[in-house]
């Protein structure tokens, strides 16, 4: 306990001093900050409506996060995961729609999984290069951002379109009954997913071969070489899982949120996962408490404009406070009298290195 | 994390082979790429003149911020800090320039707040992985998240320039020139600046003190300690100093490319100059190099879009300069015998 007190220090502190200049900042323009803060709370989880929103909310937040968390731990920076999830959201969608007769219990699975599949194939692209020419994974899978969000957006408004009416959005028909992830009063079958996966990861991290491999090669990629562990394909194969995730987190959106998938609706979510990511220290549990937290400020910030007036976009702006405090602890660290230790959690949140291999 | 190799006995001699001893095949294909280059454009422009000049100039306004950028790169990245938060930077500086410029009236003002907060966002990097030894790429994702977050928060969809945007000038009969003329000789003032920004940095990179010191600290920080080079001063005011590069660019995009702000307008950019400088071999006139290629790239999809020559989807042309970049990523792995600082990405700590 008293670990797991100690890691959670720093992250706690962190949020506590984002929420505090976020307070200053809605103070400074003139709004109550208790109103504010209040109406957020009370839109994230105040009644059963409330709690199924940010549970909604937090469910590609918590698979983008992992997407972050997994690839950290083989020292991969994965900012991809926006990439990932766009292309796992569309192909979810286009099993969903376009497959008609079919019985639920091979539609929903075969949806989610090509959805799944596409976010892992997208992920590997940058695993692949990595391991093959070093390119560094943070460029490739910020470039793949762009040409996933451009693909995505092209099958919306080409090959995919919702033709009904006269349907001019850049979007998909709905998805069949029978590709519909359900949602059992505030709780969304999806989240159930999202929990499950967090605990699966830290299972496959902890207590399997494959996952001691992962973490050799995040500790030291030429000791994890020299013991034997092929790197390139440790490196590979955790950036398609890492996009497999995103792309989980993207099907379970269209299938079980929107419906559909459409054109610019999901953009940014890919990037809350690294705050996340790094909010839980890069630890899978812990992703789950950090993408409710931001999944409950997101689903509460509607609410807080509607009776405050405080525009949404300061969710936003404490996140990134947020980012700020947990990504230099040292500013927190100073805060707490904490020492630094070479073994503290800290230490660990370094990927180094340049472009090149 | 390679050995380093051998330079570094002092600031002198600490600077790689940059030189231009000799032609190396490298020179020589590159001279003959451009001389194609060169009958390329020629061609193109005997056959549709009207179209190849719109082409060049969309080509030299997109490389404007992407060399930038690139600039900024690079000059913490020779002094051993990585930069992806150009992004933040360009975004953040495109909105107060936009911003004091709308509200004081003047154009100048603007980017004078525009290069100001480019010079604040490279000291919180700076601060960030400098002082508290943040990990780099991350110090950089938080400049990108910041600016994101901020510059929404305080938009303001109402808000319009209220005069025009930085208007072309001609540079006399340069501009009457056939095929480079209007591309080159008739532009904004930014564009001027920042060409004379190119070989400005280029010279000072190469051929000053501050050039070779700033070489030493990004290839062995502890050999150039040793020879009494601040690492943490220096390394604090280039970072800073080139955040004033990527400010200038956030200006040029809202006073002189756009004239107005919107929502995440850096639009990928400064991720785009990252490979820009990594491109250009992280100098300024190979940077400009670069940067006119993806240029063109972006200026061809902007003419796609105008005419039916040829039958592409807007998004695929879109793709391109990404499309591009990773492949120009993975090939300087694979083929070329490019090398990063040695102390990429490494804190430097005082013993």
Redesign the interface.
């Known amino acids: 306990m008293r670990a797991v007190m100690r890691a959670a220090a720093v992250p706690l502190t962190s949020v506590v001093l984002g929420l505090v200049l976020g307070a200053v900042l809605i103070a400074v323009q003139g709004h109550s900050v208790t109103s504010a803060y209040g109406a957020l709370v009370l839109g994230g989880a105040g009644d059963a409506d409330a709690l199924l929103r940010t549970l909604q909310k937090a469910t590609p937040l918590v698979f983008g996060g992992l997407a972050v968390a997994f690839a950290f731990k083989a020292g991969l920076f994965n900012i991809g995961g926006q990439g990932q999830l766009l292309v796992g959201a569309a192909f979810a969608a286009g099993v969903g729609f376009g497959l008609e007769g079919v019985p639920l219990v091979v539609h929903l699975p075969l949806a989610l999984l090509v959805g799944a599949a596409a976010g892992a194939a997208w992920g590997a692209i940058a695993g692949v290069l990595k391991a093959t020419s070093g390119a560094h994974e943070v460029i490739v899978t910020i470039m793949l951002n762009f040409v996933a969000g451009n693909l995505t957006d092209w099958l919306a408004a080409n090959p995919w379109q919702d033709r009904s009416g006269s349907n001019i959005i850049a979007r998909t028909p709905l998805v069949q009954p029978s590709a519909e992830i359900p949602t059992w009063g505030w709780l969304p079958a999806g989240f159930v997913l999202a929990v499950i996966a967090a605990f699966a990861c830290w299972f496959v991290l902890e207590r399997t071969t494959y996952g001691f491999e992962v973490r050799s090669v995040g500790a030291n990629r030429h000791a994890a070489r020299y013991a034997g562990i092929s790197v390139g394909w440790i490196m590979a194969s955790t950036m398609a899982v890492a996009g497999l995730l995103a792309g989980a987190g993207g099907a379970i959106e269209s299938l079980g949120v929107d419906g559909r998938f459409e054109a610019g609706v999901n953009v940014g979510l890919g990037f809350e996962g690294i705050t996340i990511a790094l909010l839980a220290r890069t630890n899978p549990i812990a992703v789950i408490p950090a993408g409710l937290l931001v999944g409950l400020m997101e689903a509460g910030a509607a609410k807080m404009q509607f009776e405050s007036g405080v525009a949404p976009e300061i969710i936003d702006v404490i996140q990134a406070l947020i980012l700020l405090f947990v990504a230099a602890p040292m500013i927190v660290r100073w805060l707490l009298r904490l020492r630094d230790r070479p073994d503290s959690p800290d230490r660990r949140l370094t990927l180094g290195a340049g472009w090149g291999r | ?2 050995a380093p190799d051998g330079t570094g006995a002092g600031p002198a001699t600490a600077t790689p082979s940059l030189g231009m001893r000799g032609w190396s095949p490298q020179r020589v294909w590159s001279v003959a790429g451009a001389v194609v280059l060169v009958a390329l454009v020629w061609g193109f422009y005997a056959w549709d003149g009207a179209q190849t000049t719109a082409v060049m100039g969309g080509t030299v306004r997109a490389a404007t911020l992407l060399v930038l950028g690139a600039m900024c790169g690079m000059v913490g ?1 020779r002094s051993g800090i ?1 930069n ?1 938060g150009i992004e933040g930077q360009f975004l953040m500086s495109a909105f107060t320039a936009f911003t004091v410029a709308s509200i004081s009236g003047s154009l100048f003002l603007g980017v004078v707040a525009g290069v100001s907060t480019g010079l604040a966002m490279g000291w919180m990097l700076a601060a ?1 992985s400098v002082g ?4 780099q ?3 950089g ?2 400049l ?3 600016a ?3 510059t ?2 305080f ?1 303001d969809r109402g808000r319009s320039l209220g005069q025009p945007k930085y208007q072309s000038i001609e540079l006399g009969p340069l501009a009457d020139l056939p095929v480079v003329g209007t591309a080159l000789f008739n532009r904004p003032p930014l564009t001027y600046l920042a060409l004379v920004l190119v070989v400005v940095l280029h010279v000072l990179l190469l051929r000053s003190v501050w050039g070779m010191r700033t070489t030493a600290i990004g290839e062995h920080p502890g050999a150039a300690a040793t020879v009494g080079i601040d690492v943490i001063r220096l390394r604090y005011w280039n970072v800073t100093l080139a955040g004033g590069l990527a400010g200038l660019g956030g200006a040029y995009l809202a006073l002189e490319s756009v004239g107005t702000f919107t929502r995440a307008m850096s639009g ?1 950019r400064g ?1 785009l100059a ?2 820009v400088m ?1 491109f250009g071999r992280r100098t300024p006139l190979g940077a400009y190099a670069a940067a006119l290629f993806f240029g063109f790239t972006t200026a061809l999809q902007g003419q796609f879009q105008l005419n039916d020559t040829f039958d592409i ?1 807007a ?2 042309v ?2 391109l300069p ?2 591009v ?2 492949i120009v ?6 083929f070329g015998r ?4 040695a102390a ?3 804190p430097y700590e005082v013993r």
């Open positions: 994390m390679s990245e990585v992806i960030m508290l030894r943040t990990d790429i991350i110090a994702t938080v990108n998240i910041a994101l977050g901020l929404s928060f938009y990928g991720f990252l490979a990594i989807p998004q695929f879109g793709m990404f499309v970049t990773i990523v993975a090939a300087a792995g694979l490019m090398r990063d600082p990429l990405g490494q």
